[in-house]
């Protein structure tokens, strides 16, 4: 996922913001009035263009509900060719936008007519396992992130599907099976190289922890995507991750429901931290899932048991490194359907009855067998607290997370959906507003278009200081697309 921003004849001006230059910043974060310009930039890295041979599959994005026609496609391979871009884009006053793993929920990576700057080949790897820490090219997929780390037993948390970008998926707040042990993605973040706006017309690179930019660190932290700057490489906290207790348990039909759902809702939010649960409701079957961090499967059998003993489930555990079991769940992109609609929810009170009525009633007249319902619980554990110099990310006291789903057509066939994509539209949107009641807030890499109140949604009270640190880094507003953070006027 990732989202960028349009620059030129859409760019948005402010009250009190100088035209003319974009501030520099110093070392310690402090602004300084700088407006050089500078010399006429070049586009380099991997470049495709639309009478390149290569065009259709480069400019194709993970969701194919969504088709764009951008005018050339950078693919960095180096921080040098991200500068490069932004400059080019500025000077020559082209829409831009900034991509990574191509999940953009809302197409919102992709731009006609203006640049796509892709991260996607920054992929580098430093594993420093005396610190514990661990810096990533932004280009690394979840798997790739994954798998990696898991090489020297670490772990850090990321989301479930392995193909997503791990540095969109961790500035929009990041969360999965090690939600609740390790806290979330942006929780491990401690540092980043990011490029900025700089002087007039161009563009630099600033490292970014909590004593450089300590405030852009923070924005990173849960409203990183697009807003700010591009982000070329990450820095983690790592921690020690041996094995793990992988559980998959399957009950055949709806009927049992109530009971599943009710019953995982007031437990597995609040079971041992180390304990990562997912429930996925689909018109013919009801899944649970369950990542124990160095657990046994006599173990994570236990801790589920309240859940297992309701109904015939069929139960699966397997045991291993978290890489090879991450790995294994993984179902490739190709099986995915072309298109997808989505919409995030946070739920701090346990749904009633009726809530779980209208999750069957909607699932029973599911689209198609690709649509879900998905829940992540958080509950108690490590996502509650705030990493040292804090984040943006809002939602800690969340009980669970939930979305509705909506997949169908088939992948690389154009337009194979396009009977079922009115249907599958409205029906996220009807069910959506049936949870209304019980639900709140939204997940920004979850992006609800539409939604009226989408700014407090995503960030709540934080939304404010957001855009105060959009005015230091980005006072033009260059960086913007259907959901950015505005610069407050000053």
Not at 48 to 71: I, M, N, T
Request: hydrophobic share 40%; with cysteine.
């Amino acid at each position: 996922m990732g989202a960028g921003a349009v620059v030129g004849a859409g760019a948005v001006g402010y009250p009190g913001v100088a035209a003319g230059g974009t501030p520099g910043f110093a070392a310690d974060g402090s602004g300084s009035s700088y407006s050089a310009k500078s010399p006429p930039a070049k586009l380099t890295g991997r470049i495709v263009r639309p009478q390149d041979p290569g065009y259709a599959s480069a400019s194709l994005g993970w969701d194919e509900l969504f088709v764009h026609y951008p005018l050339v496609i950078v693919f960095a391979q180096q921080t040098q060719d991200v500068v490069n871009a932004l400059t080019w884009a500025r000077q020559n006053d082209v829409a831009l936008r900034v991509r990574s793993g191509r999940h953009s929920l809302e197409g919102w990576s992709n731009v006609d007519n203006g640049i796509v700057i892709d991260v996607s080949e920054l992929k580098s790897a430093r594993i420093a396992p005396a610190t514990r820490t661990a810096t990533v090219g932004a280009g690394l997929s979840q798997l790739e992130a994954v798998t990696t780390l898991g090489n020297q037993d670490f772990a850090v948390t990321t989301g479930t599907e392995g193909s997503v970008g791990l540095s969109s998926a961790t500035l929009g707040g990041g969360f999965g099976f090690l939600t609740r042990y390790l806290g979330m993605a942006c929780d491990n973040l401690i540092g980043a190289e990011i490029v900025v706006l700089w002087g007039a017309d161009g563009a630099r690179a600033i490292e970014v922890d909590l004593k450089n930019h300590s405030d852009l660190l923070w924005a990173l932290r849960g409203a990183g995507d697009g807003n700010f700057g591009i982000v070329t490489s990450l820095t983690y906290k790592v921690t020690p991750l041996k094995s793990v207790a992988y559980l998959q348990a399957t009950w055949e039909g709806l009927d049992d429901l109530h009971g599943v759902f009710d019953t995982w809702q007031r437990t597995a939010p609040f079971a041992d931290n180390r304990l990562g649960t997912q429930l996925e409701i689909h018109k013919p079957q009801i899944l649970l899932f369950g990542v124990l961090a160095d657990g046994s499967e006599a173990q994570v059998k236990q801790l589920l048991a309240p859940i297992l003993s309701l109904g015939k489930p069929n139960v699966t555990v397997q045991t291993g490194r978290w890489g090879d079991i991450y790995a294994g769940f993984q179902i490739p992109t190709e099986n995915e359907p072309a298109d997808s609609k989505f919409f995030s929810q946070f739920t701090s009170k346990p749904f009633p009855s009726k809530a779980i009525s209208v999750i069957r009633a909607f699932m029973e007249d599911a689209p198609t067998d690709d649509s879900n319902f998905f829940t992540q619980a958080f509950g108690t554990g490590a996502q509650t607290s705030e990493p040292r110099g804090g984040s943006a990310f809002p939602h800690r006291n969340a009980l669970f997370y939930s979305e509705p789903g909506a997949g169908w057509g088939t992948r690389g066939v154009p337009n194979s959906g396009d009977a079922i994509t009115p249907i599958a539209q409205a029906w996220i949107a009807e069910f959506s507003q049936a949870l209304r009641p019980y639900v709140n807030g939204a997940y920004v890499n979850v992006p609800n278009i539409g939604m009226a109140d989408w700014e407090t949604a995503y960030w709540g009270s934080k939304f404010n200081r957001l855009r105060k640190i959009k005015a230091k880094y980005d006072p033009h507003n260059v960086f913007q697309y259907e959901q950015s953070i505005p610069p407050a006027s000053y």
